[in-house]
């Protein structure tokens, strides 16, 4: 597996396992996604050996293998209703990179000119948790799209097992993914009144978010929530003022913000770091078991105010 391919893999993977000793997984379904990952039992395998987990036989991972999802949790009704008359809300579709592409558009009612914002999703896909997001930035006068990376392999609604959805997203490179995002901004850009070019993503999201501020220029601002840092050698290529949002809990992601600062400081590089005391991975979430409203909602707010004064400005 090649080197850009790896990493992104090996975040799912670890979120997995997170999710799994912090109890959001029970053990059969985290051995199951193991083999959905490894391809098999035998990759599972060497996926637990990687992990440091022991005492999970052959016999069990075969049974997991076949074993039903866990249901995800009940899902929220989300903050901002589609049928508010101070936004427009439609599905988008457009050809690209060999295949056709889905998102959903959100915006403000009327033509009036706005920043465009990209909203990269989880590694669960688009779900309406990440349209709620875009109707949020819709409210808040942006015009939002969020574009389904899924769409290679026929989107995210196409899955009702999520975990599918994040063995595909791990296994396809991050050069792939941005190849895709870049495109997904062209079209943003070229909707009517798009002024400006700002993104935001969660969690697999907030990397993709990193990763594309190295590679579009014309990026203005990015807040990437909780993303694994990009490649060091790759921040002096970002031009876009970057705020970095991580829960105060979360030491497997921000065990790399000390030297993504140090890139960051070096390259001159318009930034900011908040860390939520006493919030995990994920906190941002209002659909997830590790929401935290109050740090979410000043979360919320300091993105708001971050593309206020670098996007619309």
Aim: glycine fraction near 12%; aromatic fraction near 8%; hydrophobic fraction near 40%.
């Amino acid at each position: 597996m090649a080197e850009d391919r790896q990493d992104l893999f090996r975040y799912v993977v670890e979120e997995f396992a997170e999710d799994y000793h912090e109890g959001e997984l029970q053990r059969r379904e985290f051995l199951r996604r193991m083999t959905l990952l490894g391809g098999g039992v035998i990759g599972a395998r060497v996926l637990l050996t990687s992990l440091g987990i022991a005492g999970i036989t052959s016999a069990e991972l075969a049974s997991a293998q076949t074993a039903p999802p866990q249901p995800d949790p009940a899902k929220g009704a989300g903050m901002v209703d589609p049928r508010d008359p101070a936004i427009v809300v439609k599905p988008v579709t457009y050809e690209a990179n060999g295949f056709t592409n889905l998102a959903y558009l959100a915006r403000p009612a009327g033509n009036a000119p706005a920043p465009g914002v990209i909203v990269i999703h989880e590694n669960k896909g688009l779900q309406p948790h990440i349209q709620d997001v875009a109707r949020r930035l819709a409210k808040a006068g942006y015009i939002a799209m969020a574009p389904d990376l899924v769409s290679k392999i026929g989107g995210t609604q196409q899955y009702i097992d999520t975990a599918q959805v994040s063995s595909y997203l791990a296994q396809t490179s991050g050069d792939e993914h941005v190849a895709n995002l870049l495109e997904a901004a062209k079209v943003l850009k070229a909707q009517p009144g798009v002024q400006g070019l700002g993104a935001v993503g969660f969690c697999f999201g907030g990397g993709l978010t990193w990763r594309l501020s190295t590679a579009l220029p014309e990026l203005k601002a990015a807040v990437p929530f909780y993303g694994p840092a990009p490649d060091a050698a790759k921040v002096p290529d970002i031009k876009a003022a970057v705020l970095g949002i991580y829960g105060g809990t979360d030491t497997r992601i921000n065990a790399g913000i000390p030297a993504l600062e140090t890139a960051l400081k070096a390259a001159g590089t318009t930034y900011g770091i908040k860390i939520y005391d006493g919030a995990g991975h994920a906190f941002n979430n209002d659909t997830g078991g590790n929401y935290v409203k109050a740090a979410a909602d000043d979360a919320w707010a300091q993105t708001l105010a971050w593309f206020d004064k670098y996007l619309k400005a």
